[in-house]
């Protein structure tokens, strides 16, 4: 999976991120056909929070790893909330600082990217296990 974010859509994905940290603990990620499924749900499994960002929302939109089979499930995991909340920690400073933000995922190496690309050369991330 790859995915290139810009502009105001950061921002966007980081409310995002921002409102499921309210609900749950982890993030289930879903790169499908139809856009990038974000969920979760609470530890007495009480609430559930979904948010599909369609392919539109991305620069580039890739959910399958190139050379894979088309007729394949993708590939679905869980990442820790907090992990993820590292890197959209503060929201003002993304829509100034950040021009466009990379989401890629490894199946091989099971290596889950976050990087964000800022508008003066710099680049912040992180990397989790999948």
Do not use: W
């Amino acid at each position: 999976m790859k995915c290139i974010i810009t502009g105001g859509n950061v921002k966007a994905l980081g409310k995002a991120i921002h409102s499921l940290a309210r609900i749950g603990d982890e993030i289930y990620v879903e790169p499908l056909q139809k856009g990038l499924s974000l969920r979760t749900v609470n530890a007495s499994r009480s609430a559930y929070a979904c948010f599909l960002f369609a392919p539109l929302f991305f620069q580039h939109y890739q959910p399958k790893e190139s050379g894979s089979d088309p007729d394949t499930d993708a590939f679905r995991f869980k990442v820790l909330i907090k992990s993820f909340l590292a890197v959209f920690r503060s929201l003002p400073a993304l829509e100034k600082t950040v021009e466009k933000c990379l989401i890629s995922l490894s199946s091989r190496a099971s290596r889950f990217r976050v990087q964000l690309h800022c508008k003066y050369g710099e680049a912040l991330g992180r990397s989790v296990p999948a």
